[in-house]
Structures are given as C-alpha cells and as structure tokens.
C-alpha cells in the first residue's frame, strides 16, 4: 500500500479516518518525472515513494483493526482468510493491540463468501512475476487495444476510453 493513500482510507464500519503502524515497509525508488508530476498533483513528495508491504490499520472510533497483507489493506467489515493469516504471521505484533482494538464481527452478505473464499485462495497463490508491472504505458495501450479488437486506435483516442482492470486503465490521450 503507497503510504500516501492513507489519508483517503476509511473504516467501512464507520466511515472514520485510519491510523497507520507499520510492521515492513520500504522506499521505491522513482524517477524524477515522477516526483515532478506529483508536484503538480498536489501529492507530497516526501510520502511519495513509501510502500507498506505490512501492517495495521486502526480505527480509534470504533475500536476495530484492519490488516496490510502483501501491500493491500484488507477493509472488510468482518474477518477474511487473509485476516486469519495475518494474525498467524504477525501474533506477537497484534496480540499489542488486542486490548484496545478488534478485528469487526461483520459477515459478507449474500453470495460475498463464495467470493471471498476464492478471492483469497488466488490471492495466497498468485505469483508475481514482475512481467505486467514492468510494461510502459504504450505497450499497455497497444496489448490491450489488440486484445479488444480496435484496429484503428484513432477511433479510439477520438473518445475517452477507461477500463479498471485491476493495475491497467487506458485514458483519452491529449
């Protein structure tokens, strides 16, 4: 999790802001276009580069936790099998916070479980290989417009084109 996200984190239980501790974390390190580009957005430069690998969330509203596992904050409303694994990783690390915060009694609604289970089944057995993440931004574009038959990309940058699958979106080209 990019430590600069923290401040649009909330509780799915309440809505509160976060508190962030950290068990592994480490810097990435950028180019100097990147850090121009986030001093245009607005973006903090000193948080720019920080990555959570592990960690805890806490809500100091209502008393729960939330856990960091592989970079991603888990926010649901009751326990994942993510959940149980992080507490098995870090015990000594979360049983300092068992007097004071807990992880939500929630439970997924309807036809949330099925997913739930097979979400975290792939997630523990997904092998990064480094192979997507590395791709610019052109072959991105170029892989994905192949694969959703827009021979002409002209057609396509005429319009705004956005898709979320996961760490690829293609946008209007100025």
């Known amino acids: 999790m990019w430590k600069r996200f923290l401040d649009t984190l909330r509780c799915p239980c309440c809505q509160d802001s976060l508190e962030l501790v950290i068990i592994e974390d480490h810097n990435i390190t950028l180019k100097s276009e990147d850090y121009a580009k986030a001093e245009i957005l607005g973006i903090q430069c000193n948080k720019l580069n920080e990555y959570v690998e592990s960690g805890i969330l806490l809500c100091a509203n209502c008393r729960h936790w939330y ?17 149980y694994e992080f507490i098995k990783k870090h015990k000594s690390f979360v049983n300092r916070f068992s007097d004071k915060y807990a992880t939500p009694k929630g439970t997924p609604k309807p036809g949330e479980q099925f997913v739930l289970r097979s979400f975290s089944k792939e997630w523990k057995e997904y092998e990064y290989d480094g192979v997507i993440w590395g791709w610019s931004y052109k072959d991105r574009e170029k892989t994905f417009l192949t694969e959703m038959g827009f021979a002409d990309v002209r057609l396509v940058r005429q319009g705004i084109v956005q898709f979320g699958i996961l760490n690829f979106s293609l946008c209007q080209h100025k």
């Open 67 to 83: 856990p960091i596992m592989y970079g991603l904050p888990v926010l649901h409303p009751y326990k994942t099998l993510i959940t």
